[in-house]
């Protein structure tokens, strides 16, 4: 069974910090009925969902995935790169605690948004980024490469994190809207998706993919490729630079 970590919106989630879109009004309440129709549609899924503690003086907590990297039965909270984010981690680590998870921290002067962090097969693409440094890519290097994975830095200038551009299919193929993608050729398997937020999914199955409900063309595209895709309205977590992949952390 898969896992998966979440965290629900707080009242402040409209507060949450922004670096390449402008701010424009958020409905909290809607937020909070789209995050329960997400985390619903991953439990349809027959994913077991745990639920860090709600942080309710930190808008942008329900962004969960910046906390931690994890591979196999290692959590590595992260030191995320903005200091108001940087609360957050406390909660998720004692979460994975409690599920049993070995625990590594990345330490100053690193920094490290799990955001920015990409798994296709052996290889982690780390993106180097406002929020992400050497140091910090540097750090999970060595916590990942003793279980066989080679960790690979890239830049990342035009979008927040490296999978706000580019997220991978279940067959390893990379994904991701060419505007916004410093060099496609870093991937040997790269497919142009026409949609900002169709280059944003979440790995479901083999077959399956879950992304969000405003990248119709897309979504034909990945349905045409053989894939069953579970689509979501995240319409308020997009106005802060969220994508699907934010709001959750795929455990083993």
Known sequence: MVRALVRRPGPRLADGLLTHL?????????????????????????????EVPPADE??????????VVVHDDLAVITRPGADERRPETAATEASLRSL???????????TLDGG????????????????????????????LTPAGLEVQPVPVRAVLHLKSAV???????????????????????????PEESGAHVVRLAEDAVLMAA????????????GLRVVAVDISEFIKLEGCVTCLSVRLR
Do not use: M
Not at 38 to 46: F, K, M, R, S
Not at 100 to 110: E, K, L, V
Not at 167 to 193: E, K, M, N, Q, R
């Open 167 to 193: 997220t991978a299919l279940p067959d390893g193929t990379v994904l991701g809207h060419p505007p916004l993608v410093d060099d496609p050729a870093v991937w040997s398997t790269f497919l142009a998706v």
């Open 22 to 50: 402008d701010r424009v009004p958020v409905n909290v309440e809607l937020a909070g009925r789209q995050w329960r129709d997400y985390v619903a549609a991953l439990a349809a899924e027959g994913w077991e969902v745990h």
């Open 58 to 67: 930190c808008p942008d907590a329900v962004f969960v995935e910046d906390t």
């Open 100 to 110: 049993g998870y070995r625990i590594a921290h990345i330490q100053a002067p690193g």
């Open 116 to 143: 920015d962090v990409l798994r296709v097969g052996k290889t982690v693409w780390v993106g180097l980024s406002g929020r992400t440094n050497r140091a910090g890519a540097d750090q999970l290097a060595a916590l």
């Open 214 to 225: 405003d990248a119709p063309r897309t979504r034909a595209l990945l349905a045409e490729r």
